[in-house]
């Protein structure tokens, strides 16, 4: 995909530019039109028709990129010690800094924790400097939190970390199994074109292994709730299933596969009957699935964060690998084991090797013969030959004292990592703290002793892997914002600081990726998958041009053609793959009759990683615009709370942190589970670090976090007054901050915060009166059980302050229309103070961000007989722009067929 040639008049002409979306794995191609050259103005976003990942398709997240770009949110400038600086000062501060420790500590002492956001060549050369400079591998990554335990999962079985499917394979396949997925919300375009292959196909069955009952299983044809942490007893039980029925493929297994009879001894154990206890299921239903991958003859297995995000979770990609190993059901067009990843670029950053278990191109780091061609390659004076400290243990270090450099990257630990007390008390001890990002306000950067001010998507100019090895240019569109700079320019800024000026001279992205591309094929002759060096050579002008690649390629991939492992062979010793013998384990963080439910923690729909991109756009807060406790009726009733209350959490990680969450009750949950998103963090409100409850348990092997299995209790709020405060940002931050309980949910025209307290309506009012702005009019209205406070200047509305008793939900799209009113009527100020929106306003939650169409609007269009998604979508054009909200349409389709029938069912009775 090539960019449009500019005109002769680059002022006034437009152009269309083409880059990749910067969120999750998919990799989809984005289009965007340029005008004028000095500040130069960005519109009319849409998805590139070309790509191969998307073919036009984008996500409501991706749909509204452009209004995530505003400076005001933006870091622009250095800083040291919370001052500003300029940019050789601050280099300088670091590099100084470095030096001594090195001088003193040696180079374990130092640390980088980057980002699955960062591009490959920023990846790069981080990675180059701290293996092959300092001397250490201790750069590690939050991707380590997201796919690590995949990365293991494919060396012990492969040989090699390769994914070896493709987004065609979704296509066409027979059954597709979305394990630990809840691909409706995290990988919207894909779901999209599941749900087109479906219709292609009505016979293709999908099965859903997940406890809860997501989005994704309006297209299920079977729904498996297991209970949480069991996908090894399933995979184990279809194993010895596959044994019992027939479904080895013996001919491929002798030519292609070890380690089966090893695997099988334990498999054995595993009946039926046992998986379906406990797993907690139905046998029929176990059965069924059992039955369609052993007889149908396509079987893809589209695995993520439920089955990685775990403490066993690279013995649970194994248990999936060995079925579609022993089966036979790989290296074939629509069949294998597909892990999908999470971040634009944590592929990438597997390629560079920019985890600390990894070399660099797919090298192993205690191998002599990999230190050899890569000490050489780099002409690397120090290269570590051990490996580094991973994510949880870097951060474990620097809170033992031993870690004194830590210099992060494109993320945000204290709300991301589990454990935030840890986090907190490691960035606290540490002696140097570096922050490079976008954002200027986020939970780490309060820690921060260096700040560089790194440029952001629409700015960076560098490639991206996505999660079928398809390598995409993500282009720079305009100039970096402020002093920003990217980060391998002030990585190599830092390098050349510390005298390594040769090695880090680069000028531009595209010498970094030719020499990624040469080191994947140095002394590669067909041993590693991995060879990208046809791309070497590139020129400027080709890297600037370069359409999306897909690696293999053809030229030097020793089967000769693009299917990884076609002809049967794998990157292990003896050439075959490895089945592992897998012991299933439950997790660690364990209930107790002290923490008595399981917390699992996820993604929302509309939201990304700690928000501090989405959250810059109030659209995509309008889906949901706070987090939530997903809880079962029965545990509600257990605890006496109804939806909208608020629940506090605790766990025995986090004595002094208490999360406080407003309930949804839902039955699609299972009784004793709660789950909550983790995107909200401190910076959105008093009690929201969900992460703070989660213990930092973690794989041995890969090191990854265990983030959907916690332990913790739970009991209502204790809080006599609800409320929210809503107006100019410059009141509404104080007035919220002065209650026992504030969370942000900011509308698109102006600041709003739910707000709750200890105290009764009447006694917060002292407080409140304190802080209203002087220079305005206030009405209040009192009573026992409720108080509202309204300032206007000049009869515009400036502040509302709006307390009761009871749980206020009141419609931001109300409050909006009065804000923008340029002078509100009696009549307006009355509703305001009596709580009362106008009727026109109670048209329940949005569904369609794209369109603005609200639930009760969507249910009375059923009631009135759109009896599918697509009338709906022709009625009120719900779900036809980016199609992310067609799931909750078909679920509100079901939910209001049921009501009608009056039938109740489990989930899987229902669909099978």
């Known amino acids: 995909m090539t960019s449009l040639p500019p005109t002769a008049n680059p002022q006034s002409s437009k152009r269309l530019l083409q880059t990749t979306c910067p969120y999750c794995g998919v990799g989809c191609g984005v289009d965007v039109v340029r005008q004028g050259a000095a500040g130069p103005q960005l519109s009319d976003?849409?998805?590139?028709?070309?790509?191969?990942?998307?073919?036009?398709?984008?996500?409501?997240?991706?749909?509204?990129?452009?209004?995530?770009?505003?400076?005001?949110?933006?870091?622009?400038?250095?800083?040291?010690?919370?001052?500003?600086?300029?940019?050789?000062?601050?280099?300088?501060?670091?590099?100084?800094?470095?030096?001594?420790?090195?001088?003193?500590?040696g180079p374990e002492a130092i640390a980088i924790y980057g980002s699955g956001q960062l591009l490959t060549e920023d990846y790069y050369?981080?990675?180059?400097?701290?293996?092959?400079?300092?001397?250490?591998?201790?750069?590690?990554?939050?991707?380590?939190?997201?796919?690590?335990?995949?990365?293991?999962?494919?060396?012990?079985?492969?040989?090699?970390?390769?994914?070896?499917?493709?987004?065609?394979?979704?296509?066409?396949?027979?059954?597709?199994?979305?394990?630990?997925?809840?691909?409706?919300?995290?990988?919207?375009?894909?779901?999209?074109?599941?749900?087109?292959?479906?219709?292609?196909?009505?016979?293709?069955?999908?099965?859903?292994?997940?406890?809860?009952?997501?989005?994704?299983?309006?297209?299920?044809?079977?729904h498996l709730p297991l209970a949480p942490g069991t996908d090894a007893v399933l995979y184990c039980g279809l194993l010895n299933y596959l044994s019992q029925h027939d479904g080895l493929d013996n001919a491929y297994i002798e030519q292609s596969v070890s380690g089966l009879e090893e695997a099988m001894q334990i498999a054995s154990e595993w009946d039926l009957a046992r998986v379906a206890d406990?797993?907690?299921?139905?046998q029929s239903v176990v059965e069924t699935f059992f039955r369609w991958f052993t007889q149908l003859p396509r079987v893809i297995s589209f695995f993520s964060m439920g089955i990685n995000q775990s403490t066993t979770g690279v013995d649970k990609g194994n248990a999936i690998i060995n079925c579609h190993l022993a089966s036979g059901k790989i290296a074939k067009t629509g069949n294998g084991p597909f892990s999908i990843t999470g971040q634009p670029n944590a592929m990438g950053g597997r390629e560079v090797g920019g985890l600390s278990t990894m070399l660099a191109a797919h090298m192993d780091i205690d191998n002599t013969e990999h230190q050899r061609i890569v000490r050489d390659f780099w002409q690397a004076p120090n290269l570590a030959t051990k490996n580094g400290l991973k994510a949880v243990d870097t951060f474990q270090a620097a809170a033992d004292g031993k870690i004194k450099c830590l210099w992060i990257m494109a993320t945000n630990p204290v709300a991301s990592m589990p454990n935030r007390e840890l986090i907190e008390a490691a960035l606290s001890r540490c002696e140097m703290v570096i922050v490079s990002d976008t954002a200027a306000q986020t939970d780490t950067l309060k820690f921060a002793d260096v700040v560089f001010p790194a440029t952001g998507w629409s700015e960076k100019n560098g490639t991206v892997t996505n999660s079928e090895r398809r390598i995409s240019r993500q282009r720079g569109l305009v100039p970096p914002s402020g002093e920003a700079k990217h980060d391998w320019q002030i990585i190599s800024e830092v390098a050349c600081a510390l005298g390594f000026d040769e090695a880090f001279s680069y000028q531009h992205p595209a010498e970094i990726f030719r020499e990624h591309c040469a080191l994947t094929g140095t002394e590669n002759g067909g041993s590693r998958a991995l060879d990208l060096s046809p791309l070497q050579d590139l020129t400027e002008q080709q890297y600037d041009a370069m359409r999306p690649q897909q690696w293999p390629f053809s030229e030097v991939h020793r089967a000769g053609a693009d299917r990884l492992f076609a002809d049967g062979t794998f990157y292990t010793p003896t050439g075959k793959a490895r089945m592992i013998a897998v012991t299933p384990a439950l997790p660690t963080q364990a209930t107790s009759a002290d923490y008595p439910y399981v917390l699992n923690t996820g993604r929302v729909r509309d939201q990304w990683h700690t928000m501090t991109r989405t959250g810059n756009t109030a659209r995509l807060l309008k889906h949901m615009d706070r987090p939530w406790l997903s809880v079962n009726s029965a545990d509600a009733k257990t605890l006496g709370v109804e939806n909208g209350d608020l629940l506090a959490l605790n766990a025995a990680c986090a004595t002094d942190t208490t999360v406080i969450l407003p309930v949804t009750i839902d039955d699609k949950q299972r009784k004793g589970d709660m789950f909550a998103p983790f995107h909200w963090s401190a910076t959105w409100g008093s009690h929201c670090k969900v992460g703070a409850l989660l213990n930092g348990a973690n794989d041995p092997l890969s090191g990854q976090p265990e983030l959907k299995h916690g332990a913790v209790k739970a009991k209502k709020a204790d809080m006599?007054?609800?409320?929210?405060?809503?107006?100019?940002?410059?009141?509404?931050?104080?007035?919220?901050?002065?209650?026992?309980?504030?969370?942000?949910?900011?509308?698109?025209?102006?600041?709003?915060?739910?707000?709750?307290?200890?105290?009764?309506?009447?006694?917060?009012?002292?407080?409140?009166?304190?802080?209203?702005?002087?220079?305005?009019?206030?009405?209040?209205?009192?009573?026992?059980?409720?108080?509202?406070?309204?300032a206007t200047r000049d009869d515009k509305l400036v502040l509302a302050v709006l307390i009761s008793a009871n749980a206020l939900n009141l419609p931001s799209d109300w409050l909006d229309s009065l804000f923008t009113e340029t002078a509100l009527s009696a009549e307006q100020v009355s509703a305001l103070l009596n709580q009362q929106p106008d009727d026109a306003f109670l048209l329940g939650k949005l569904v369609c961000s794209c369109f603005g169409v609200r639930e009760n609007t969507i249910k009375q269009a059923i009631q009135d007989g759109c009896n599918s998604v697509e009338a709906l979508g022709k009625n009120l054009k719900c779900g036809t722009n980016c199609g992310s909200c067609k799931t909750e349409l078909a679920a509100l389709l079901t939910a209001e067929a049921e009501s009608s029938t009056d039938t109740e069912s489990t989930p899987y009775e229902r669909i099978i």
């Open 720 to 790: 006599a007054s609800y409320g929210l405060v809503y107006g100019n940002a410059e009141y509404v931050g104080p007035v919220r901050e002065s209650f026992s309980y504030w969370l942000a949910c900011p509308t698109e025209v102006a600041h709003s915060a739910s707000i709750a307290d200890v105290k009764a309506p009447q006694a917060v009012l002292d407080s409140v009166f304190a802080l209203l702005p002087k220079d305005t009019q206030w009405a209040t209205r009192q009573s026992a059980d409720a108080v509202s406070v309204v």
């Open 125 to 222: 050369v981080a990675n180059k400097l701290m293996k092959g400079f300092i001397g250490s591998a201790n750069i590690d990554t939050n991707s380590r939190l997201c796919m690590s335990s995949a990365v293991v999962a494919h060396k012990r079985a492969f040989g090699e970390d390769i994914v070896p499917c493709d987004y065609e394979d979704l296509e066409h396949t027979d059954l597709l199994v979305l394990v630990g997925s809840n691909a409706a919300w995290t990988h919207p375009v894909l779901f999209q074109r599941i749900e087109r292959a479906k219709l292609q196909n009505p016979d293709m069955k999908v099965v859903v292994v997940d406890p809860r009952q997501t989005d994704s299983c309006t297209l299920a044809d079977l």
């Open 45 to 105: 976003l849409q998805g590139s028709r070309e790509h191969p990942a998307n073919f036009g398709r984008l996500c409501i997240k991706g749909t509204h990129l452009l209004e995530t770009l505003g400076q005001d949110s933006r870091l622009l400038f250095p800083m040291v010690n919370g001052q500003r600086s300029d940019w050789q000062t601050a280099i300088q501060t670091v590099a100084d800094k470095m030096r001594s420790i090195l001088e003193t500590d």
């Open 278 to 282: 406990v797993c907690k299921l139905p």
